[in-house]
């Protein structure tokens, strides 16, 4: 049973909207750091967005003013709100959680199997 999954992509036009969402079982998921990547095809897999347990986050140059990531703690979900969109946007986009596995700080990171996002021009 998949332990995260992403759901929401799709194809939309240059300057459009999407908004991706990440489910992930409530064991992994409290307490942990989530992320968004994306990878276009023969490009290596780069973070896109990320947030903690507590709210803080964090964006790439290339998303930031662009791009919103937010958590719903309550439902173990995380967000990915993308607005003005861009050809060069395009990319499978992946969710990962950051799972500390023990007292010492050692992380195993769940990924999700990746949702398509296409802009167009």
């Known amino acids: 049973q998949a332990q995260v999954a992403e759901s929401g992509g799709g194809s939309v036009q240059a300057g459009g909207s999407l908004r991706l969402s990440c489910a992930a079982s409530?064991?992994?998921?409290?307490?942990?750091?989530v992320s968004w990547y994306r990878q276009a095809p023969g490009q290596q897999r780069d973070m896109v967005a990320s947030?903690?347990?507590?709210?803080?986050?964090n964006y790439a140059a290339s998303v930031k003013g662009r791009f919103t990531i937010s958590r719903d703690n309550a439902i173990n979900m995380v967000y990915l709100l993308m607005n003005s969109l861009k050809p060069e946007d395009t990319a499978v986009y992946y969710c990962?959680?950051?799972?500390?596995?023990?007292?010492?700080?050692?992380?195993?990171?769940?990924w999700g199997q990746g949702t398509q996002v296409t802009v167009s021009s």
């Open positions: 947030i903690t347990d507590g709210g803080n986050t």
């Open positions: 990962a959680v950051d799972y500390v596995v023990n007292v010492e700080g050692a992380v195993r990171k769940f």
């Open positions: 409530g064991r992994i998921f409290s307490g942990s750091a």
